[in-house]
């Protein structure tokens, strides 16, 4: 058995290697990042997907070839594929399709801190929370044969503390291969109509009925003994948090908390005096438990709010509901010194634009010095939210609205909302920068379609913006350099200002983060 210091994400990585993945697909997006990347290493088939939704998609066709997959993205990545989760839940798998997740408590990179487990609880589909590296590759192997025994996604819930800290793993030897990839026609279990799919959910919750059962008995929880004082129900690194602040305490941990071992949990709650669930982000195990008759205490509201540490873990034992201290200052992040975006940054502020933004190293442009950028709510956002304003503003404001968003998001979102600038244009017309810096720069340069690079680093097509936006009949179109031709670029830009007319600037020049000749 090889032993190894390992991350959350390299864990993963590894157990998917050892089961023999036979494509993992994703999106980039911070604290999931390195999982492909490392599993590209191990010598395992991995690409970048232009979205999640793609990669789901593309994971699920190789599941339906009786082939394993693993599809990896960060929380908010997941509302992008959840149209994939929800009904490839009811078509399920022939082979085994493995999602992992990883959520962000704390807001370290995201713009919320949603929990996935309420898409797992939505989507009627198993859900495994490992609290270290160790059991992030054991519950990786184990995600791939509940998703071959029973013939469903599962989702493989990672937090960005699992994902980067690292723990000694004990690597097992690899699992059986699964036989050759092929496909079977089942048009009833994979054609999604209403009359199959009526079907298809009755199975879906047979089988979680049976994988209740199976929770219960077999499932991945653990029970660590202690005071019959004081119990906790725990899952995810919260688990590891409670061990240290109470080491006194019987510990409940939850492997598989959608299902969720109720029975097993009555037990244990029955057998200590006070019981108290400890979760990060929502009370998702709570909720359940209470709904379930059972009697316990939780954590008040106000730490449903950042990562949890062993301080706040005694404060919630404790009852403590007082204000917690103010965390240190902490420079903000900037754009760094060098950095292309801040040119055309500096252009949109001297003529007053109202910025519509996206999602990206440039949304560092919205804070102080440049304080350059207005909105930035998701992915692709800033085409359709900068034509919203555009139709209803009066027409000076209209004229000054600039949507500007960078080449990887455009790729995973703004192509179709650049389709509804073209299709319903705004009676000011409307003007779009796409920042081509040739990489996916703010989760560690991973390319993307309009790299020309493929994952593995191999050339492929490259995605023309210019070219694309002259195919959807835009007139106005031109590319420049925003650091040699700064003066050209502003020029473009004050003149389509001026112009009730659809107008697309892309300003290309690589992150300077890049090694000369990767871009």
């Known amino acids: 058995m090889e032993r190894l210091l390992l991350s959350g994400n390299e864990a993963v990585a590894r157990g998917a290697r050892d089961v023999g993945v036979a494509r993992g697909v994703g999106y ?11 599993f590209h290493r191990l010598g395992g088939a991995a690409a970048w997907a232009p979205n999640e939704k793609v990669a789901a998609e593309v994971a699920l066709g190789v599941a339906f070839a009786r082939a394993r997959a693993l ?13 994939v989760l929800f009904t490839s839940a009811y078509s399920g798998v022939d082979g085994a399709l493995v999602l992992a997740v990883a959520d962000d408590p704390g807001l370290a990179s995201s713009q919320n801190e949603q929990d996935t487990r309420r898409y797992a609880v939505a989507a009627g589909v198993p859900l495994l929370e490992p609290s270290d590296s160790q059991e992030a590759y054991d519950f990786t192997r184990l995600a791939f044969e509940l998703s071959e025994r029973w013939h469903v996604p599962v989702i493989l819930r990672l937090t960005t503390r699992i994902c980067h800290s690292s723990t000694v793993v004990c690597c097992d030897a690899p699992a059986v291969p699964p036989p050759a990839p092929v496909f079977v026609r089942n048009i009833p279990q994979r054609v999604m109509v209403p009359g199959h799919a009526r079907a298809a959910h009755q199975r879906l919750r047979q089988k979680l009925s049976e994988l209740a059962a199976w929770n219960e008995v077999s499932g991945p929880n653990r029970r660590w003994p202690g005071s019959s004082e004081l119990g906790i129900i725990a899952s995810g690194v919260a688990v590891q948090y409670a061990r240290e602040a109470a080491p006194d305490a019987a510990i409940f941990q939850v492997g598989l908390s959608h299902p969720l071992p109720i029975q097993a ?24 438990i209470r709904a379930a008759g059972l009697t316990i205490d939780s954590a008040p509201a106000m730490y449903r709010q950042g990562e949890l540490t062993v301080g706040r873990v005694r404060r919630i034992l404790a009852g403590d509901a007082s204000a917690e201290p103010v965390p240190a200052a902490r ?16 252009i949109l502020k001297k003529h007053d634009c109202i910025v519509a933004g996206d999602i990206g190293c440039y949304t560092l442009a919205a804070l102080p010095p440049l304080s350059a950028m207005d909105i930035q709510i998701c992915m692709g956002a800033s085409i359709g939210v900068g034509l919203g304003l555009r139709h209803v503003l009066p027409r000076e404001q209209a004229m000054r609205v600039v949507s500007v968003i960078g080449d990887s998001t ?10 509804e600038m073209a299709y319903n244009v705004p009676d000011t017309g409307h003007v779009l920068l796409i920042l081509d810096n040739a990489t996916t720069a703010m989760t560690g340069r991973q390319q993307h379609p309009g790299t020309g690079y493929r994952l593995d680093q191999t050339p492929t097509n490259r995605l023309d913006y210019v070219a694309l936006a002259r195919a959807m009949n835009i007139a106005n179109v031109a590319q420049f350099d925003p650091v040699r031709e700064t003066d050209a670029l502003e020029q473009a830009l004050v003149e389509a200002l001026q112009k009730a007319e659809l107008t697309v600037l892309v300003a290309r020049r690589p992150c300077i983060l890049i090694p000369a000749g990767k871009s």
Do not use: W, Y
């Open 28 to 38: 980039p997006g911070t604290p999931s990042s390195e999982i492909l990347e490392v």
């Open 410 to 419: 455009f790729v995973h979102s703004g192509l179709t909302g650049l389709a």
């Open 71 to 83: 599809v990896t993205m960060k929380h908010v990545g997941l509302n992008v594929a959840a149209d």
């Open 331 to 346: 420079r903000p992040p900037q754009l760094c010194q060098g950095c292309p975006h801040r040119r055309v940054f500096e």
């Open 265 to 288: 949990i009555r037990d244990f709650v029955a057998s200590v005096s006070r019981a108290v669930v400890i979760e990060e982000n929502d009370p998702c195990m709570a909720d359940a």
